[in-house]
């Protein structure tokens, strides 16, 4: 049932973004690079790094590649840039949409991820639908299915798993894993050394389901 449901999710993402009114306007190609303004590709997008620019409009429709991506120097900063407070998604205008596998050393971008993104180091999303893993950071605005890295997960909205060392969210659904856990606002079960939700601090486990 869940999984049924999760590939629905992501079809329909998928022919949302692909015919979509904007879609009529933009340039489309089979391989070509998600520097270009207004593209649309339905293969392989090719890239050096993305950026925090969210006018570009790219549609990627299959495999991403980003060697090398900003992320691999994220270790530099804080490691957190993501959302603060709350927001809505509704009429945001993404610089990127991937529909399908993302793989680089790490994107930091206002990207909307649907399907697999692989950051070697550490990367950022505004949105993510399926699976995210990255070697360090793994930052996602608003993450739904599993968020994986090695050193820690950090999203404002979480519906679905966090397994990290290192795991947080404002408002989240759920179960997280690891060392250290903590929520403002949790429904769902916390498993590490030390976990903290609105209700309680416990150590190994910790819940809250009302």
């Known amino acids: 049932m869940i999984k049924s449901a999760f590939f629905l999710s992501i ?12 879609s009529l306007s933009m340039k489309k190609s089979i391989i070509g690079t998600f520097h270009e303004e207004n593209t649309m590709i339905n293969g392989i997008s090719i890239g050096l790094y993305s950026g925090m620019n969210n006018d570009r409009n790219v549609i990627t429709n299959g495999l991403r590649l980003e060697v090398p991506g900003i992320g691999i120097i994220s270790f530099m900063g804080n490691g957190f840039p993501n959302a603060t407070e709350p927001f809505n998604l509704n009429d ?4 990127e949409v991937v529909n399908g596998l993302n793989i680089s050393t790490g994107s930091w971008c206002d990207c909307n991820y649907n399907g697999l993104t692989l950051g070697l ?16 950071w793994n930052i996602i605005d608003k993450q739904s299915g599993i968020q994986l890295a090695a050193l820690a ?5 979480m ?9 947080y969210t404002h408002d989240g659904n759920g179960v997280q894993i690891g060392i250290f856990n903590n929520s403002n606002s949790f429904k769902g079960i916390q498993i590490g050394i030390w976990n903290v939700n609105q209700k309680r601090k416990l150590p190994l486990i910790n819940w809250n389901f009302d």
Do not use: E, H, T
Request: proline share 0%.
């Open 11 to 22: 079809m329909f993402s998928i022919i949302y973004y692909s015919y979509g009114q904007d």
């Open 92 to 95: 945001y205008r993404y610089s």
């Open 121 to 136: 180091v550490g990367q950022y999303g505004k949105l993510g639908n399926g699976f995210s893993l990255a070697g360090g």
């Open 153 to 157: 997960n950090s999203s404002f909205y």
């Open 159 to 167: 519906n679905g798993v966090q397994i990290s060392a290192f795991n």
